[in-house]
């Protein structure tokens, strides 16, 4: 067995006091050379004067310390409400599209059950349908005037057949919606009151990135949450007419038509959006400009609609090789991809292929700018476009046409009136429009418009889009309607029917 090397004791303390004993004269040597050139700089500063030693100044600070919200919350949040919604839906028994149901179908036929007994033929087979309001859902807004008008999100408020804003103080009231429109997500509302609380309206345009900003609003129904953070940019193409304002303030769903509020107590924007992949916050918020929502404001106010200009142009963007290929110094402008047949651009002469530079004699840095400075512009207004064609500017005189305006909102106090229906199924249907079509196999289905009856018993909606009727495919309204003049009323109908991404077979059985 081999051993290892190994040293005396005694070897190691002799090694290891020798170690102290040269450390030590060191040290006292390096002691002494110390003071000795100490006292000689002493004495040598007392005959004559020391070099300058040059230091730069120290920067001032940019920032210092971090803002205190309380007044800022307590001047503005009076007038921040919360906002509910409620609508009004159609439920019958047996719905084709309900999971539960559909899961205990399987169940019993998986394992052999046998079906539940039918009512008896002297009974009523067929429920009708029966309307409920149910919650919608939650958002914000703020109140703007003493009278009453209050500022939200379209989305907070759509399809809601009630809408009621809730005060700081509790107090209630049921809103009237003035107004609407999708396009910038603005909506007016307006309750009954005098003296009400309000906010200040701000100037969108003066905002800078790296200002302080808050929000408050309802997220997930909490009234009256504050949170803090700063403009991120000031103008983000997120928005089709809007640059909209981006932030890092926190926004959740409930915050949607709060106010954004600089640190002077005003307005300068609605929360709208956020980037999320969870549903929930995650770093990145926008707000609407208040200076391009009060121009919807206006338009909502006095007519119900916002009436914007149009060209009949599909537009992109022009790439810097493209840029070069025509001849342009810059990739600047919006390259015209598709002229709309006797719209405006075709009939004042623009063509496929041309850049179009300016709008009125306002330049177009990017394509985002041109749809924004036309749905500014009255309709039937005179417009100068510069285009660029063929390696040189042109300046063309095109009159504005008039964008498909938003439908007006249905008044609270108004009901809808439904179209008779005049077929034993209980149904009217119409003909898909070019958007629902690049949605269907091969463009096929109806889409139904009313039910009552035998189609409302089983469960049919409006909304719903007919794809087959008895293996059938439904080109069209017209011939729908001519197979069922033929139908027998006494069997039974098979559908295929499509409600958003599902689709399912239903059987609507003859009465009694």
Same mark, same amino acid.
């Given at each position: 067995? +081999?051993?290892?090397?190994?040293?005396?004791?005694?070897? *190691?303390?002799?090694?290891?006091?020798? #170690?102290?004993?040269?450390?030590?004269?060191?040290?006292?040597?390096?002691?002494?050379?110390?003071?000795?050139?100490?006292?000689?700089?002493?004495?040598?500063?007392?005959?004559?004067?020391?070099?300058?030693?040059?230091?730069?100044?120290?920067?001032? !600070?940019?920032?210092?310390?971090?803002?205190?919200?309380?007044?800022?919350?307590? +001047?503005?949040?009076?007038?921040?409400?919360?906002?509910?919604? /409620?609508?009004?839906?159609?439920?019958?028994?047996?719905?084709?599209?309900?999971?539960?149901?559909?899961?205990?179908?399987?169940?019993?036929?998986?394992?052999?059950?046998?079906?539940?007994?039918?009512?008896?033929?002297?009974?009523?087979?067929?429920?009708?349908?029966?309307?409920?309001?149910?919650?919608?859902?939650?958002?914000?807004?703020?109140?703007?005037?003493?009278?009453?008008?209050?500022?939200?999100?379209?989305?907070?408020?759509?399809?809601?057949?009630?809408?009621?804003?809730?005060?700081?103080?509790?107090?209630?009231?049921?809103?009237?919606? =003035?107004?609407?429109?999708?396009?910038?997500?603005?909506?007016?509302?307006?309750?009954?009151?005098?003296?009400?609380?309000?906010?200040?309206?701000?100037?969108?345009?003066?905002? +800078?990135?790296?200002?302080?900003? =808050?929000?408050?609003?309802?997220?997930?129904?909490?009234?009256?949450?504050? /949170?803090?953070?700063?403009?991120?940019?000031?103008?983000?193409? /997120?928005?089709?007419?809007?640059?909209?304002?981006?932030?890092?303030?926190?926004?959740?769903?409930?915050?949607?038509?709060?106010?954004?509020?600089?640190?002077?107590?005003?307005?300068?924007?609605?929360?709208?959006?956020?980037?999320?992949?969870?549903?929930?916050?995650?770093?990145?918020?926008?707000?609407?400009?208040?200076?391009?929502?009060?121009?919807?404001?206006?338009?909502?106010?006095?007519?119900?609609?916002?009436?914007?200009?149009?060209?009949?142009?599909?537009?992109?963007?022009?790439?810097?090789?493209?840029?070069?290929?025509?001849?342009?110094?810059?990739?600047?402008?919006?390259?015209?991809?598709?002229?709309?047949?006797?719209?405006?651009?075709?009939?004042?002469?623009?063509?496929?292929?041309?850049?179009?530079?300016?709008?009125?004699?306002?330049?177009?840095?990017?394509?985002?700018?041109?749809?924004?400075?036309?749905?500014?512009?009255?309709?039937? #207004?005179?417009?100068?476009?510069?285009?660029?064609?063929?390696?040189?500017?042109?300046?063309?005189?095109?009159?504005?046409?008039?964008?498909?305006?938003?439908?007006?909102?249905?008044?609270?106090?108004?009901?809808?009136?439904?179209?008779?229906?005049?077929? *034993?199924?209980?149904? /009217?249907?119409?003909?898909?429009?070019?958007?629902?079509?690049?949605?269907?196999?091969?463009?096929?289905?109806?889409?139904?418009?009313?039910?009552?009856?035998?189609?409302?018993?089983?469960? !049919?909606?409006?909304?719903?889009?007919?794809?087959?009727?008895?293996?059938?495919?439904?080109?069209?309204?017209?011939?729908?309607?001519?197979?069922?003049?033929?139908?027998?009323?006494?069997?039974?109908?098979?559908?295929?029917?499509?409600?958003?991404?599902?689709?399912?077979?239903?059987?609507?059985?003859?009465?009694?």
């Amino acid at each position: 067995m +081999k051993k290892g090397r190994s040293f005396p004791v005694e070897k *190691h303390i002799s090694i290891l006091i020798s #170690s102290v004993l040269i450390s030590a004269s060191v040290f006292s040597a390096v002691s002494l050379f110390g003071t000795a050139n100490n006292a000689n700089a002493q004495a040598s500063s007392s005959a004559q004067s020391n070099p300058v030693t040059t230091v730069a100044p120290q920067a001032p !600070l940019l920032v210092s310390g971090l803002p205190d919200f309380t007044q800022l919350v307590e +001047k503005t949040s009076s007038a921040v409400v919360n906002i509910r919604t /409620t609508q009004k839906i159609t439920q019958v028994q047996g719905d084709p599209f309900n999971e539960d149901e559909q899961a205990q179908e399987l169940f019993r036929r998986f394992f052999g059950i046998p079906a539940p007994q039918q009512a008896p033929k002297n009974r009523r087979q067929v429920p009708r349908p029966q309307e409920q309001e149910v919650p919608r859902g939650v958002g914000s807004g703020f109140i703007v005037s003493q009278d009453g008008y209050v500022l939200t999100n379209a989305h907070v408020v759509e399809d809601a057949s009630e809408v009621v804003v809730k005060l700081t103080d509790k107090r209630e009231f049921k809103a009237k919606v =003035i107004g609407s429109d999708r396009r910038t997500d603005v909506a007016v509302l307006k309750i009954e009151g005098n003296k009400l609380p309000k906010i200040a309206i701000g100037d969108s345009d003066k905002i +800078k990135a790296g200002e302080w900003v =808050i929000a408050i609003g309802s997220p997930f129904n909490l009234d009256n949450t504050v /949170t803090s953070g700063i403009i991120s940019s000031k103008a983000r193409d /997120t928005g089709d007419y809007l640059p909209l304002i981006q932030t890092d303030v926190a926004v959740n769903p409930g915050n949607s038509g709060g106010p954004l509020i600089n640190m002077r107590g005003e307005v300068i924007g609605i929360n709208s959006q956020i980037y999320s992949r969870s549903g929930g916050y995650m770093g990145i918020s926008f707000a609407i400009p208040i200076d391009e929502a009060m121009r919807v404001v206006e338009q909502l106010k006095s007519s119900g609609v916002v009436s914007r200009g149009r060209m009949g142009v599909e537009i992109g963007d022009l790439s810097k090789e493209v840029a070069e290929s025509l001849g342009l110094s810059k990739a600047q402008g919006a390259l015209v991809a598709r002229v709309e047949t006797s719209g405006p651009a075709d009939k004042a002469g623009i063509q496929e292929g041309d850049v179009i530079l300016k709008f009125n004699g306002n330049a177009i840095e990017k394509r985002s700018d041109l749809p924004r400075m036309v749905g500014a512009t009255k309709p039937g #207004s005179k417009a100068i476009v510069s285009v660029w064609r063929k390696g040189s500017a042109k300046d063309i005189t095109m009159t504005v046409g008039e964008a498909d305006a938003d439908k007006p909102i249905q008044k609270n106090d108004k009901k809808i009136k439904k179209e008779k229906v005049e077929n *034993h199924l209980g149904v /009217t249907v119409s003909d898909l429009n070019d958007a629902q079509k690049r949605g269907m196999p091969n463009g096929n289905g109806v889409v139904i418009d009313s039910v009552d009856g035998l189609a409302a018993g089983s469960g !049919l909606r409006p909304g719903d889009i007919i794809l087959m009727m008895n293996n059938v495919d439904i080109k069209d309204a017209k011939q729908f309607d001519a197979m069922l003049a033929k139908l027998d009323i006494k069997k039974s109908v098979v559908l295929l029917v499509r409600r958003g991404e599902a689709s399912q077979f239903l059987v609507i059985r003859p009465a009694g």
